[in-house]
């Protein structure tokens, strides 16, 4: 039966884990929100983006080709147009 000692301080670990969860996981009272908040948060939300200061307008790079592991070598000869 001593040797079953060793599993206590795991037991006890066990334990104040579940109480914690339990703890942080309950379901908390609501918050007095008002619709004047909502809408204002809903606005905000909405809004575009400014455009960044002093940042000029670059266009997108194009996406690299994903690569499939193989390595393909360019032929070379070269054609006469």
């Known amino acids: 039966m001593e040797i ?3 599993l206590v301080p795991a037991g006890v670990v066990t334990c104040l884990a579940m109480l914690w969860a339990g703890w942080v ?3 908390r ?3 007095g929100r008002s619709d004047a908040d909502q ?3 809903a606005n905000a939300i909405l809004r575009p983006l400014p455009a960044p200061k002093g940042v ?3 266009p997108r790079p194009r996406q690299r080709q994903v690569s499939n592991g ?3 070598r360019r032929s070379s000869t070269r054609r006469s147009a």
Do not use: K, Q, S
């Open 70 to 72: 193989v390595a393909v």
């Open 29 to 31: 009272p609501e918050r």
């Open 39 to 41: 809408e204002r948060f």
């Open 56 to 58: 000029a307008a670059r």
């Open 4 to 6: 079953l000692l060793w």
């Open 25 to 27: 996981g309950r379901e």
